[in-house]
């Protein structure tokens, strides 16, 4: 193996473990929603590249509207899915989409958009 190669080898290897790192042990953005009256939580979450916050603290029976704001194009994130409550929702870009729920089960729910390749988690306690 020449320079060229071995230098090669070594970048990739090292953006393989950097893409790794951020997929998958990157820090969360979280964020607590905001109740006000009425027992009402909201909490705002922006779609560029991924959701941020990407965790989302709620309460368990109270009712949750989620704002996601949609702040790009890119085709992968269009659609929102939230599979354990039945939602799934077009995100037309440069819009907010309010989703409206009442979990009345305590877990970790993920939300995804339409391909899985952006994640974030909805924590009810």
Known sequence: MDTSQIIVTLLGTGLIGFVGWFFFAAPHRVA?????NG??????IQVKGGYSPDVVEVALGQPVQLHFYRDETAGCSEELLLPDFGIRRELPAFQTTTVELRPDKA?????TCGMGMLRGSLIVR
């Open 107 to 111: 877990g970790t729910y993920p939300f």
């Open 39 to 44: 027992g009402l939580q909201q909490a705002t």
């Open 32 to 36: 607590t929603a905001v109740a006000g």
